[in-house]
C-alpha cells in the first residue's frame, strides 16, 4: 500500500442488496431481474395519486435473519420515512426508506485471519428501503423502466472500522456470502443486487478524529472497489502531505481512466426533507417472530469456518475456499458423508469441482454431478478398479453427460487392470522391443526404469495398475540382469 506511515485510512462501506423475494416490497409486481421494460408494474410502484402502499412480510423475515446472522439488535418498533428528491425513475418524488429508526441496529461480521483470531467489524445499522426505476439513456431520447421500482434493498452500513482497500475486500466478500448463505440475496454485482458505496477518509496515524471524507459511488464489481479505495487513499495521502484541504465530495469511479472523479455538487447537495411516511404505520415486529426465524436460521459462513477448524483436519486455506459459497461446502460435507475421507473429498472439490463449475455457464448444482456420485468414483479409486486421472476423466466426462460413476467408467473403457497376468505380457512386450536401452539400463543407466514403466502404461492405454507395474518390471530387469546359461564360460573345453 502507497499510504505513507504517518497516515492512516479510515473506510466506512455502505451495501444494498436487493431481497430475493417473489413480490416487490409495498405491491404484489413480481421481483425479477430482465423482464422486458416497464413489464412488472402497477399504480403503486409506478407512483400514481391515490394509491396506498402495503408492506411484504417477506421483506421483515428476511431483514430479521440477516440482522440475527450479523448479531444486530432487531428494532421491536421501526419506521418508515419519506426521503424526498425529484429524478425521472422516482415518480412519487420521495423513497420510502427508513431513516430515524431502522430494523436493525449495531451488529458485526467477522473477518477470517488466517489462523489468527478473526478481525470484528462494528455495523451502524440495516435498514429497509424501496429502490428507484432505470434511467436509460439513448443519443435522441432518455427513457425510464420502472420494472425496479419499489423492489425490496436492504442497506448495511458498517462503522468506518476498515483501515485499507484490501480489508474493505474481505468484508465485502464476506458480506455477500452470508447473505449468499442466508438465500436472502444473490449477491450479483453486475446486476446490480449487490452495489456498494465506499466513504474514504484519511488522517495522521494516532488521530482520534475522522477526515473529511469522500464518498465513493458506482463501484460495481470488487476489483472496482478495491482500486478505487486504493487510488482515493493515495490522492487524499498526496493532498494533505502537500499542505492541502480534504473537501468532502462525492466521487464516481472511472474504470477506464483508473480515477476517482468529482460529480457535480448539484448531484449530491440534497435536502431530502426526511419525515414520516403516513401511509404505512410503525412497523411490530413481535418478539415470538424472531424467536421463530432464529430458530430456522441457516449456518453462516463464520459458523461453518469455525465447525470445520474445530472438527476436521483442515488448513485455514481450505476452510476458506471450501465455505466461501454455500452450496460448495454442501457438496464437500454430502462426500464426506457417503464415506470419502475429509481429505480426499476437500482436495477433489477444491480442484475438480471447482474447475467445472466455473467453466460451466450452468449453476453449481447443475454443473457438477450430485455428490453422492463423486463419491462413488472416488471409492473407485481407493478399491484401485480406476487410476486418479481415470477419475478426473471420467468426472469431466459425467458433469458433461450426468450420468453416474459406473456407467461412465465402463463407457470409457477407464477401469484399472491389477491382473499381473496381462500385466507381465505387456512388460514381455516392451522389453524386448527396446532392448538396446534394457542393456543401458544393465550398464547402469538406472533412470531408464521410468520409461519402461511409462512405455507398459502407455501400451495398456494409462489402464495399468502403476503399483503392479513397478513391481513386475523390477523382477523381470532383475531377472534379465542375471547372467543366462548361454553367457557362461564353457566348462571343459
Ligand atoms: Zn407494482
Redesign the pocket.
Given at each position: 500500500m502507497a499510504i505513507s506511515d504517518a497516515y492512516e485510512a479510515v473506510i466506512g462501506l455502505e451495501v444494498h442488496t436487493q431481497l430475493l423475494t417473489r413480490s416487490?416490497i409495498f405491491?404484489?409486481?413480481a421481483n425479477e431481474f430482465g423482464a422486458a421494460p416497464n413489464h412488472?408494474?402497477?399504480p403503486?410502484?409506478m407512483g400514481m395519486p391515490g394509491v396506498l402502499p402495503v408492506f411484504n412480510r417477506r421483506v421483515l423475515e428476511l431483514t430479521i435473519r440477516v440482522g440475527l446472522a450479523t448479531h444486530s439488535q432487531i428494532s421491536e418498533r421501526s419506521i418508515f420515512a419519506r426521503k424526498n428528491y425529484f429524478y425521472p425513475d422516482l415518480p412519487k418524488g420521495y423513497q420510502i426508506s427508513q431513516y430515524e429508526r431502522p430494523l436493525c441496529v449495531g451488529g458485526y461480521i467477522e473477518l477470517p485471519t488466517g489462523n489468527g483470531a478473526p478481525r470484528r467489524i462494528q455495523l451502524a445499522r440495516i435498514h429497509l428501503e424501496e429502490d428507484a426505476g432505470k434511467n436509460i439513456h439513448r443519443p435522441t431520447a432518455s427513457l425510464v423502466d420502472f420494472n425496479r421500482s419499489?423492489t425490496p434493498l436492504l442497506e448495511i452500513v458498517s462503522e468506518p472500522e476498515l483501515r485499507s482497500a484490501e480489508e474493505a475486500t474481505a468484508y465485502l466478500r464476506e458480506l455477500r456470502s452470508i447473505l449468499r448463505y442466508l438465500e436472502v440475496s444473490d449477491g450479483n454485482m453486475e446486476e446490480g443486487s449487490f452495489r456498494c458505496d465506499a466513504n474514504v477518509s484519511v488522517r495522521p496515524c494516532g488521530a482520534t478524529e475522522l477526515g473529511a471524507k469522500t464518498e465513493i459511488k458506482n463501484l460495481n464489481s470488487f476489483k472496482f472497489v478495491e482500486k478505487a479505495i486504493k487510488h482515493e487513499i493515495e490522492r487524499q495521502t498526496a493532498v494533505l502531505k502537500a499542505g492541502g484541504k480534504i473537501m468532502q465530495e462525492t466521487h464516481l469511479w472511472d474504470p477506464e481512466r483508473g480515477e476517482t472523479r468529482p460529480m457535480r455538487s448539484k448531484e449530491y447537495a440534497h435536502d431530502y426533507r426526511y419525515f414520516p411516511e403516513p401511509d404505512l404505520p410503525e412497523l411490530y415486529v413481535p418478539p415470538e417472530l424472531v424467536e421463530q426465524i432464529r430458530a430456522q436460521a441457516p449456518e453462516v459462513p463464520a459458523a461453518r469456518r469455525a465447525r470445520y477448524a474445530r472438527d476436521l483436519s483442515l488448513s485455514a486455506y481450505e476452510i476458506d475456499v471450501l465455505t466461501q459459497e454455500r452450496e460448495v461446502g454442501d457438496y464437500f460435507e454430502a462426500m464426506v458423508a457417503a464415506g470419502i475421507e475429509t481429505k480426499a473429498a476437500a482436495n477433489w472439490t477444491m480442484t475438480e469441482v471447482l474447475r467445472a463449475s466455473n467453466e460451466s455457464t450452468e449453476t453449481f448444482s447443475n454443473a457438477v454431478p450430485p455428490p453422492a456420485q463423486t463419491a462413488a468414483l472416488l471409492k473407485l479409486v481407493a478399491q484401485n478398479e480406476i487410476s486418479l486421472n481415470a477419475a478426473k476423466t471420467a468426472f469431466a466426462a459425467m458433469c458433461k453427460s450426468g450420468q453416474d460413476a459406473a456407467t461412465t467408467v465402463k463407457a470409457l473403457g477407464l477401469a484399472q487392470v491389477s491382473d499381473e497376468a496381462t500385466i507381465s505380457q505387456v512388460c514381455d512386450q516392451v522389453l524386448s522391443a527396446e532392448a538396446d536401452k534394457v542393456a543401458q539400463f544393465h550398464a547402469g543407466r538406472e533412470k531408464l526404469f521410468g520409461f519402461f514403466v511409462g512405455q507398459v502404461v502407455k501400451a495398456m492405454k494409462g489402464n495399468a495398475n502403476p503399483k503392479v507395474v513397478n513391481e513386475v518390471l523390477k523382477r523381470k530387469l532383475a531377472m534379465a540382469g542375471r547372467p543366462s546359461p548361454s553367457d557362461l564360460p564353457s566348462s571343459g573345453a
Open positions: 416487490k405491491c404484489g409486481c412488472n408494474v402497477c403503486v410502484c419499489g
